[in-house]
Structures are given as C-alpha cells and as structure tokens.
C-alpha cells in the first residue's frame, strides 16, 4: 500500500543519511572517488622535491604512513577557506586548560564507533607508545633538549638565555596566525595497540585533522587576550606545491594584518619501524595522554638559502620549548634545529610544529594542543 511504501522509503532515506554522517565524521573511508583522491595526494608526495615535503620515506621512496593512509580519505575534495575577519581575535573564553580539560563528546562518539567497527577485526600491524624524552638529542639545557643536524655551533645557553624576539605590543590584535600547509593530516580515533588497513589517516573534514589541533590552539590565547587568527583553508589536496600555496596566503594574511608576529604552521608526523609496526610519541601529562610535541626550526646553510633571520627563530623555537617544558614537562620532543626553511623565513616567530605521529589518537593531539597553547600564552604574556 502506498503509505507503507512512504514509511519505507522515508526510513530508507533515514538511514542512508546516518551511514553517510558515519562515513564523514567517522571517517572510515570506502567509496571510490575518495580513494582516488589520496592516491593522487600520496602519487604527488613521491614526486614533490625534498623542500616541499619532509616526511619520512622508506627505502622505496614512499611515505612511511600506514597502508591504509594510501588507499583513503575521509570526505571527497573540497575547500574549507577562513575568513580572516571572522577567525580575527573573538571575546576571551573560558579556556579547558585552566580547569581540568575534558574530551569533547564528538571524539568520545567518535572513539566508541571505531571501537565498535574493529572489535573482530584483523590488525594490519601494531603500534607502540614511546615517550621521547633526550632521544637524538645534541645538547641538552636543563628541560630544553635540541637535536643540531646542521653544521651551525650556536650557543644553545645564551639563545635561551636572551628569550623570544618579541617585543611589547598590543597582544588583543592579531598576534598569532596558526595555519596548516597539510591540512588533511589526521589521526586514529581511539588506541587499540593496532592499526586497520582500510582506516586513513587523513582528513578533509577539520573536525578529524590538524585542523582540530589548531583550535585548541586558538582557544587557549583566546582565553589569554591574545588576538590570533586560524587559517583552516586546504593546501594539500595534492602534495606537490602545498608550501607555495600556503606560503602565498600567509604573505597575504602578513600584508592585512601588519600586527602579526608569530605564524605556526601546525602539523602531525608519521613514526614507523616497518610497515606493519608504527609508533605514537605520547606523554602522560596530569594524568591524560598527550601527544608529543616537536618544534622544527631551520637554517640558512646548504641547498637553503636566502633564510636571513633563523637565528631569532631558533630563539623563539627554544623560548617555546622552554615554556612548555616548564608548565607540562614531557610534553615536548627535542627541538629538530635542521637544513630547512618551509615558511619560516617569514617571520623572526615563525615555526613548523608536528603534534604526534598518525597513530596517535585524535584526543591525545587536541589535547596537546590545549597544552601548548597555554605554554604560548604564557610566553607571550611574559614578553610581548
């Protein structure tokens, strides 16, 4: 009969719609288009020159992400680009760090749906926690550890010692500009000691992505005063140029607002052993999971050039080491001090930071982020 006939198509429909909800906030990637979309990513990324990416390779020359980072994503393409006058400094929040953080209700839904999906499932490999204390570390100062792989001998002390280039400002207008030139870079949603062949980690939906760090980022100096804006916008719907077109909307971002002094191009890393065993830098910080923290800062000396100002970065890089290490210590891996410029040549503050690896999980990441934005707000109520 026809009204049965309604009833069932409406329920039909009901339930398409939730499996399409769980497709993209769940992020088990499985249609075609979307897995076009990474292999094309992850094809760009084999090609791109040593400066446009620094992802670790194996022997092979591809990425060292899990295999189902290679097969998947979690949304069609699509842009998701700030309004610089809409991400501008808001009223102060109540931040989460200035009480006992909690996890948001969408990554414990999140958590308990991949839970629920891989309970009987076979693991693709295992995934080791590790907390990165000194580890490679060249010079140590205290709680400040910094891995030197360049030829520069700089005096680490007195770098510390003279603190972050910043000077006194007006820190209510925009002072931070937070940005992701991998936008899609995500993470697991829970930790099962296994990773899945057919869960990417990766990300068009900023909910699931570095993206989510950043907020918290933004967050934290919101509760502080400080004016900061939060660029979400796609650069690496393919690798290969993503730090030109980052670079390009930073510049852009610099010229409108002059106040600007600090850009954080915020990242997550990939740490694997083989291709079936990956590791999660993680610190317990009061009493919750962390993902570990490590600051990239770079150099003017061989195939980089044209990087007048990396010394006042290095300063900035381990007065922000120094900062975090002080309020949450273990939360940060060694400073990697390396033959790279990125976009950091924009800026005297400009600094490239990886929050984890892809195996860490969602929760752990955003609440490093929390954490390390409290750090910075602190650092800049000290000096700017």
Same mark, same amino acid.
């Given at each position: 009969?026809?009204?049965?006939?309604?009833?069932?198509?409406?329920?039909?429909? &009901?339930?398409?719609?939730?499996?399409? &909800?769980?497709? @993209?906030?769940?992020?088990?990637?499985? *249609?075609?288009?979307?897995?076009?979309?990474?292999?094309?990513?992850?094809?760009?990324?084999?090609?791109?020159?040593?400066?446009?990416?620094?992802?670790? =390779?194996?022997?092979?020359?591809?990425?060292?992400?899990?295999?189902?980072? !290679?097969?998947?994503?979690?949304?069609?393409?699509?842009?998701?680009?700030?309004?610089?006058?809409?991400?501008?400094?808001?009223?102060?929040?109540?931040?989460?760090?200035? !009480?006992?953080?909690?996890?948001?209700?969408?990554?414990? %839904?999140?958590?308990?749906?991949?839970?629920?999906? /891989?309970?009987?499932?076979?693991?693709?490999?295992?995934?080791?926690?590790?907390?990165?204390?000194?580890?490679?570390?060249?010079?140590?100062?205290?709680?400040?550890?910094?891995?030197?792989?360049?030829?520069?001998?700089?005096?680490?002390?007195? &770098?510390?010692?003279?603190?972050?280039?910043?000077?006194?400002?007006?820190?209510?207008?925009?002072?931070?500009?937070?940005?992701?030139?991998?936008?899609?870079?995500?993470?697991?949603?829970?930790?099962?000691?296994?990773?899945? !062949?057919?869960?990417?980690? #990766?990300?068009?939906?900023?909910? @699931?992505?570095?993206?989510?760090?950043?907020?918290?980022?933004?967050?934290? @100096? #919101?509760?502080?005063?400080?004016?900061?804006?939060?660029?979400?916008?796609?650069?690496?719907?393919? /690798?290969?140029? *993503?730090?030109?077109?980052?670079?390009?909307?930073?510049? %852009?971002?610099?010229?409108?607002?002059?106040?600007?002094?600090?850009?954080?191009?915020?990242?997550?890393?990939? &740490?694997?052993?083989?291709?079936? *065993? %990956?590791?999660?830098?993680?610190?317990?910080?009061?009493?919750?999971? %962390?993902?570990?923290? =490590?600051?990239?800062?770079?150099?003017?000396?061989?195939?980089?050039?044209?990087?007048?100002?990396? #010394?006042?970065? +290095?300063?900035?890089?381990?007065?922000?080491? !120094?900062?975090?290490?002080?309020?949450?210590?273990?939360? =940060?891996?060694?400073?990697?001090?390396?033959?790279?410029? /990125?976009? =950091?040549?924009?800026?005297?503050?400009?600094?490239?930071?990886?929050?984890?690896?892809?195996?860490?999980?969602?929760?752990? *990441?955003?609440?490093?982020?929390?954490?390390?934005?409290?750090?910075?707000?602190? +650092?800049?109520?000290?000096?700017?």
């Amino acid at each position: 009969m026809e009204p049965k006939k309604n009833r069932s198509q409406l329920a039909a429909l &009901l339930l398409a719609a939730a499996s399409l &909800l769980f497709t @993209l906030f769940v992020a088990v990637p499985n *249609a075609a288009g979307v897995n076009a979309f990474l292999q094309n990513a992850v094809s760009a990324l084999n090609a791109a020159p040593a400066e446009e990416g620094f992802k670790p =390779m194996n022997a092979t020359g591809e990425p060292t992400e899990p295999a189902a980072a !290679k097969t998947g994503s979690a949304v069609p393409p699509l842009e998701i680009a700030s309004d610089p006058e809409t991400t501008a400094p808001a009223a102060p929040a109540q931040a989460q760090t200035d !009480k006992a953080w909690q996890t948001p209700t969408d990554i414990l %839904a999140a958590q308990n749906a991949y839970l629920e999906k /891989y309970k009987d499932a076979s693991p693709a490999g295992n995934v080791t926690e590790r907390c990165f204390v000194n580890d490679g570390a060249t010079d140590v100062l205290g709680k400040v550890a910094v891995r030197n792989c360049t030829d520069q001998r700089p005096d680490f002390a007195a &770098l510390l010692e003279a603190g972050a280039p910043l000077e006194k400002t007006d820190k209510a207008q925009p002072l931070v500009l937070i940005f992701h030139t991998h936008t899609t870079e995500g993470y697991l949603p829970a930790f099962t000691g296994n990773f899945y !062949k057919d869960y990417a980690t #990766r990300s068009l939906d900023p909910a @699931l992505s570095v993206v989510r760090v950043g907020d918290a980022i933004c967050e934290a @100096l #919101r509760a502080h005063g400080i004016g900061v804006i939060h660029d979400t916008k796609i650069y690496d719907e393919t /690798y290969d140029g *993503a730090y030109a077109r980052s670079r390009e909307s930073v510049q %852009a971002y610099l010229e409108k607002y002059p106040s600007l002094r600090i850009t954080l191009d915020i990242h997550r890393d990939a &740490l694997w052993a083989s291709d079936t *065993a %990956a590791v999660k830098p993680t610190a317990e910080i009061d009493g919750r999971k %962390a993902a570990q923290v =490590m600051i990239i800062t770079g150099v003017e000396e061989g195939p980089v050039t044209v990087f007048p100002h990396w #010394r006042e970065n +290095l300063r900035f890089a381990l007065a922000l080491q !120094k900062s975090a290490q002080d309020l949450h210590e273990g939360l =940060m891996k060694p400073v990697y001090f390396c033959r790279r410029r /990125y976009n =950091m040549d924009l800026t005297p503050c400009s600094l490239l930071l990886e929050f984890g690896s892809d195996t860490n999980t969602l929760e752990e *990441a955003v609440y490093a982020g929390a954490l390390l934005g409290e750090a910075l707000a602190g +650092l800049i109520d000290e000096t700017a």
